[in-house]
């Protein structure tokens, strides 16, 4: 089983920055398409970013916004957010593109 390690979280005023790191040790990382998703209290869980062979790719909320970006050789995932918003709080979790997140992801607090 896959395990992932979501860090970086926290709370963070109206338009501040964060970035949130994915560590994934032992898994043969470069291999696949990774993404963020992340989930708020009450609502399903929201596809924010993936990267891989396509490149990459982001949700309409957050394009412009987020960056994400990966270290294969440090098997670590990333996730740059800025301009950061009220709606941008929730638990965020990098998984495997396509798969749901099973690990305990990071929590993200936006407000004034």
Not at 40 to 63: C, H, N
Not at 68 to 75: F, K, N, T
Not at 93 to 105: E, F, L, M, N, V
Request: net charge neutral; proline share 5%.
């Amino acid at each position: 089983e896959v395990r992932l390690v979501e860090s970086g979280g926290g709370s963070v005023q109206i338009g501040g920055s964060l970035t949130l790191s994915c560590a994934a040790p032992g898994f043969y990382f470069s291999s696949y398409d990774m993404s963020w998703v992340r989930q708020a209290p009450g609502k399903p869980v929201e596809w924010v970013a993936s990267i891989g062979a396509p490149g990459s790719r982001y949700g309409d909320s957050v394009r412009g916004r987020f960056f994400i970006s990966r270290d294969d050789a440090e098997h670590t995932l990333y996730l740059q957010m800025n301009k950061l918003k009220p709606e941008d709080s929730g638990l965020y979790y990098c998984t495997k593109t396509g798969a749901q997140p099973t690990s305990q992801g990071t929590q993200v607090t936006v407000s004034s």
